[in-house]
């Protein structure tokens, strides 16, 4: 089991089992909504993760919402209908960050070139 929440507390999340995935996305999309140069996801299905509190949610793209704290502003989830039955969740919100290493990297063409993976 890992634990996470947002800056503030408001949002938390207890998730169980093994993610579907761990992956750095260096998408526009993504960089705009975290601030950070490339975001790394913990992907879970649904029913793997217990949310308390309310999140915001913004829809990036057609089909997508991204949710955040509305209180103190911190990006936490990404679900989309591409993904459907899944949520993925922003590393840095975990408690324990270092249980999950990212396996792959999505979106690499449009990576910062400081942070463009080896290929
Ligand atoms: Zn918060
Ligand atoms: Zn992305």
Redesign the pocket.
């Known amino acids: 089991m890992a634990t996470g929440r947002c800056l503030c507390g408001t949002i938390g999340f207890e998730t169980t089992g093994t993610p579907r995935f761990v992956a750095n ?3 526009i ?3 705009r909504a975290t601030g950070a140069a490339f ?1 790394t ?1 913990v992907g879970f299905t649904d029913d793997q993760i217990n949310w308390t509190g309310t999140r915001a949610t913004y829809a990036s793209s057609e089909g997508v919402a991204r949710g955040f704290c509305k209180n103190c502003g911190t990006p936490l989830s ?1 679900q989309g209908a591409k993904w459907d039955g899944e949520t993925h969740i922003l590393i840095g919100a975990f408690d324990n960050p270092e249980a999950f290493t990212p396996k792959a990297d ?2 690499i063409e449009e990576a910062l070139p400081f942070s463009k993976p080896k290929t």
């Open positions: 996305c260096h998408c999309n993504c960089r975001s996801w990404y999505v979106f």
